[in-house]
């Protein structure tokens, strides 16, 4: 009996224990209890009670059973229904993710089910919203214990963590998702993001060690470019030192072309209306190279853009670093009104 419920219920390798303690602990419930009691026990209520455990076990267990019924077809719905009205329950998963060693697998399937979780806007606004599950989101952005940790995933806790972010920053369609726009919404939650400056130093680090990892690359990118939506954080960004100059040698040699692109229209993203990023881009000492690349069919588009808000935007003062610019200019005015017309 026990193996065809872990059959039915697809638990994988593992769900014999979760079947064999789900059924214990029924019928522990029906005979100290009621046989009523029992009976109303499933198995998400059942994972729900052991997350609240303070065993390791018993928390492995509950988390194993939700990760599995959220990535079920036949479950997920209910089962991110009920997480959902559940504010402890998501309290829980959200400060499992700043769990380390030796709770390994748990901090994983909570970091799983929480990607799954945001994207839905309702559920999203209250992760957001528990105290401190920013700076739970971005522990999972960690890199700097990479060399340290051999046997430790650090990059596929990057992974979750950049997912997470990009679910509550980046444009979402009208699926219940949270919009770019400048309404309260979008504006709170990457603002809140942004305000953590440890954040954009991960992501920054990402971009720097991530050669070997292009998708994480780009997701936080993709996270950068939704952020500087918002002033504030735009100047956060470039003001986190190295960002920009990390941007920058994506742009110009990473050879994965998806990439680059990203990288290019985050960078023309913080020049915009920028006079401090422009200053910072400025002294990068990027400007020939820019020019340069202005023959790279791949990414001039985005070149033309970095190099007019650079014009326009930049002020007086640095009419030296913009003297090469001045004589391409006919080639970005070119590039940039094709582009709208396009």
Request: hydrophobic letters at 40%.
């Amino acid at each position: 009996m026990l193996e065809t419920v872990n059959e039915e219920l697809e638990l994988g390798h593992t769900g014999m224990i979760s079947v064999k303690r789900f059924f214990y602990d029924s019928y522990s419930k029906s005979v100290n209890r009621s046989i009523f009691d029992g009976l109303q026990v499933d198995m998400v209520s059942f994972a729900m009670e052991l997350l609240n455990s303070n065993s390791s076990d018993e928390q492995l267990i509950g988390v194993r059973i939700l990760e599995r019924f959220t990535a079920n077809s036949k479950f997920f719905q209910d089962t991110f229904q009920r997480i959902g009205i559940t504010l402890s329950v998501m309290e829980r998963l959200v400060e499992m993710l700043n769990w380390k060693d030796p709770q390994e697998e748990i901090r994983m399937s909570a970091g799983k089910i929480i990607v799954k979780l945001v994207g839905k806007k309702q559920n999203a606004l209250r992760v957001a919203g528990i105290p401190g599950a920013m700076e739970s989101i971005s522990s999972l952005l960690q890199t700097e214990l990479i060399r340290d940790h051999g046997d430790y995933d650090f990059w596929a806790f990057n992974q979750l963590g950049l997912l997470i972010l990009k679910k509550l920053a980046r444009d979402h369609d009208n699926c219940g998702k949270i919009g770019n726009t400048r309404g309260v919404t979008g504006t709170q939650l990457r603002t809140e993001i942004s305000e953590l400056v440890f954040t954009i130093s991960y992501i920054r680090d990402i971009l720097k060690y991530g050669e070997n990892h292009p998708r994480l690359q780009k997701l936080g990118i993709d996270i950068l470019t939704s952020l500087a939506l918002e002033d504030d954080a735009t100047e956060r960004i470039g003001g986190t030192g190295g960002v920009l100059k990390e941007l920058f040698n994506i742009f110009f040699v990473e050879t994965q072309n998806d990439v680059r692109i990203a990288a290019g229209e985050a960078l023309g993203m913080l020049a915009f209306e920028s006079k401090r990023n422009c200053h910072r881009i400025l002294k990068l000492n990027v400007i020939h190279k820019l020019s340069n690349a202005l023959e790279s069919p791949l990414i001039r588009v985005n070149v033309a853009r970095i190099l007019r808000n650079l014009c326009i935007y930049s002020g007086t003062g640095y009419f030296e670093e913009l003297r090469t610019i001045i004589t391409a200019a006919p080639t970005v005015s070119y590039l940039i009104y094709s582009k709208l017309l396009d």
